[in-house]
């Protein structure tokens, strides 16, 4: 783990987070537990600047947990650090609130109850694929799974879309038609919410494929593939991007950027 958990079972306290006299998010850290995480107030951003704000403070964030600091130390610091013209700040004047739980607090802010989380697996199968398959798909023998849908990896460039759920960007879906391949690749820090995702968006991709549509089409039809709840959708007017090999958008996965 490269950052603090994102859920926590006991009380916890807040700050709000402004820019410009405006509210854009809070950051909130659990009292008991070593817990801390930066959420953007739903519809204030433009979807790629709310991106922008929600990577910078996840990154300050990791930063904290690379020095050892305690949740609520590092959430202490966090509130203390200057405004910044694009991540914005905490008003020094403004005093931190405190809810009984994430979940209450959760409600409070979205109008929704907290998904249920979903613990990814760990280890490996005997012959060496993870049961996380973001780690990779392994030796997938005696399986054949390009006659049923798109390859899973490529070494040619890949075009990819970002997925959001909860107003958080958890993955990516992913083509290449010059390796006749597709998929979803989750972001890390989301794995809770892109395990489940990537499950869903295969058999979506199957279906796809059961279609006769190829890798970009199926990629792009996914903007108008309705919402669900443990699937997440492409986010509105997201700008399409490439880079030069699917190994690569693992990268910008690993890190949460993209």
């Given amino acids: 783990m490269s950052t603090y958990p994102t859920r926590c079972h006991g009380p916890i306290v807040f700050n709000t987070v402004t820019r410009n006299g405006r509210a854009i998010g809070y950051i909130w850290s659990a009292i008991n537990e070593n817990a801390l ?9 433009e979807i790629d600047e709310s991106v922008d704000v929600s990577e910078g403070w996840n990154d300050r964030i990791e930063e904290c947990y690379a020095r050892g600091m305690p949740a609520l130390e590092a959430f202490d ?3 203390r650090l ?3 013209s694009m991540l914005g700040g905490v008003e020094p004047t403004s005093e931190r609130g405190e809810r009984a739980s994430l979940e209450e607090f959760h409600l409070e802010v979205t109008g929704r109850r907290l998904p249920e989380q979903r613990r990814v697996p760990v280890g490996y199968f005997e012959d060496g694929t993870p049961l996380d398959r973001a780690y990779g798909w392994g030796d997938l023998s005696p399986f054949t799974l ?8 490529g070494s040619h460039p890949v075009h990819y879309l970002p997925v959001e759920m909860n107003e958080n960007v958890i993955g990516y879906l992913w083509a290449s038609d010059a390796d006749w391949a597709a998929g979803f690749v ?3 820090r989301w794995s809770e919410f892109g395990f489940p995702a990537a499950g869903l968006w295969d058999e979506w991709l199957v279906d796809c494929y059961s279609a006769g549509m190829g890798p970009l089409d199926a990629m792009r039809a996914a903007r108008n593939a309705p919402f669900e709840a443990k699937r997440g959708r492409v986010v509105p007017g997201s700008e399409e991007k490439t880079v030069g090999a699917f190994h690569e958008l693992r990268k910008l996965a690993a890190r949460g950027n993209g």
Avoid: E, G
Wanted: zero cysteines; glycine letters at 0%.
């Fill in 77 to 79: 610091h966090l509130s």
């Fill in 186 to 188: 989750w972001v890390s």
């Fill in 37 to 45: 995480n930066y959420w953007n107030l739903v519809d204030v951003l």
């Fill in 82 to 84: 200057p405004a910044d």
């Fill in 146 to 153: 390009s006659t049923k849908t798109y390859n899973a990896a």
